[in-house]
């Protein structure tokens, strides 16, 4: 007989192991909300007597929504005319979405997208903020995106470093790419993307390229699944663009070469669904 060394018993399992008393479960938090398409909440149809220029006006809307194609500048329809009740009515039937635009200047434009996607209601104001034209747009991006964002923006991109400074790194680099982007681009190309978030970059090389490709006027904020800001540089086609989770951290950071970045636009299906969406607010007063 061979005698066996006594081996040690060691338990395992939950509650086996002691644990600090700071020593915490630490996960990663889950999102904690979405936006979804909420059928707005409209007055019975005995109760809109005396707004038939509304309903006209949503039934043009109506109208451009089954027009427009991909490609196709935004229709425009005109609200000034609209008496208060039936403004009132158009208000409530288009609510408000999850994105909105500011045209920053000395006739400042501030757009906030319906619950329908692509039907934009757009307002021109004065310097005193006071409205001076109401409008609806019907599109994929309200027509100032492409025509005003760019108008007084730089053709060209400065990527000469004049100080020697150690704390830069990689801006100089990203600034010749995205200037021959630039350089090459054509009308139709697909966006340029430059991702941030997987480059070692100080704060000197932040700080560098937001001095060379500048602030430009337009800043485009969509809310959904977190939230995405888009702005607009002072160098044409050239867009700043941040995504943010539901607890407001960075999770992505791109600059895009592009006339207007995907992201912003309403997608082709999306506009669709909103014509028989409308369909449905506007059978209720037939």
């Not at 006209?56 to 500048?73: F, I, S, Y």
């Not at 337009?218 to 809310?223: F, G, K, M, P």
Request: proline share 7%.
């Amino acid at each position: 007989m061979h005698e066996f060394p006594d081996i040690p018993i060691v338990e395992i399992g939950p509650g086996s192991q002691t644990r600090d008393a700071d020593d915490s479960l630490e996960y990663m938090s889950m999102p904690e909300a979405m936006q979804t398409y909420h059928r707005p909440i409209l007055p019975e149809p005995e109760d809109v007597a005396g707004i038939d220029v509304g309903r006209r006006v949503l039934g043009d809307v109506g109208a451009a929504l089954r027009a427009w194609q991909p490609g196709m500048p935004a229709a425009l329809i005109d609200l000034d005319a609209l008496d208060a009740a039936s403004l009132a009515f158009v208000n409530q039937a288009l609510g408000e979405g999850e994105v909105s635009i500011t045209l920053d200047g000395p006739a400042p434009v501030r757009v906030q997208e319906s619950v329908l996607a692509g039907v934009w209601r757009v307002r021109h104001l004065d310097a005193q903020e006071r409205v001076v034209r109401d409008t609806i747009e019907v599109g994929d991006v309200p027509e100032l995106v492409r025509n005003a964002t760019f108008a007084d923006a730089a053709l060209t991109l400065d990527t000469a470093v004049y100080a020697y400074d150690p704390e830069i790194q990689n801006a100089p680099a990203l600034l010749v790419e995205v200037a021959d982007r630039l350089a090459s681009q054509r009308p139709g190309d697909p966006a340029h993307a430059v991702n941030l978030s997987l480059l070692p970059l100080s704060d000197a090389d932040l700080v560098l390229l937001g001095e060379r490709l500048g602030v430009g006027p337009v800043t485009i904020l969509s809310r959904g699944y977190g939230n995405c800001r888009i702005g607009s540089t002072a160098t044409r086609n050239v867009w700043w663009i941040k995504y943010f989770n539901s607890q407001d951290a960075l999770i992505l950071n791109t600059i895009e070469v592009t006339d207007v970045p995907a992201v912003a636009l309403a997608a082709a299906e999306d506009v669709a669904d909103s014509r028989e969406r409308l369909d449905e607010i506007l059978e209720l007063y037939r």
